[in-house]
């Protein structure tokens, strides 16, 4: 075996670009890894806002569809409450969309077919002004 020839003048290396140890960065880049808190933000906010734009969505588009013919909505929805099948034989989408109030005003616990009959005529009433 030969021993190493020197490098040529091509294959030197410029001492200028080589970082000595006593210049070299003492802590060299970690790779960033996953950053939860971003994530956490987004999924909080978005849960946050969520039943607001909801409830805003109830005021402002849903329950002004009631206010054509608030007492109609409010007979068919007692129809809803009363009978197993309210429409009989008849059309059903127009019940069906009267029921969506049971989920916008929700009936309480113990309260009445006529008292909760009452208090969406209430709600309705101010809603449609």
């Known amino acids: 075996m030969h021993p190493p020839s020197p490098p040529t ?12 140890a006593s210049t070299a960065d003492p802590k ?11 994530l956490i933000l987004a999924v909080t906010t978005a849960l946050l806002l969520v039943p607001l734009w ?7 588009v849903s329950l002004p569809r009631y206010c ?10 007692e129809q809803v409450l009363r ?3 309210p429409a009989g034989d008849g059309a ?3 019940y069906i969309i009267v029921a969506k109030l049971l989920f916008l005003i929700p009936q309480n616990g113990n309260e009445s077919i006529p008292a909760y009959l009452s208090r969406v005529r209430g709600i309705l009433r101010t809603q449609c002004q």
């Open 9 to 20: 003048a091509d294959e030197r290396v410029d001492e200028r670009s080589v970082p000595h």
């Open 28 to 38: 060299p880049d970690k790779p960033k890894g996953f950053r939860p808190w971003p």
């Open 54 to 60: 909801s409830n805003w969505y109830a005021d402002q």
């Open 68 to 77: 054509k013919n608030p007492e109609l909505s409010l007979q068919q929805l």
């Open 83 to 85: 009978e197993k099948q």
């Open 92 to 94: 059903r989408k127009p």
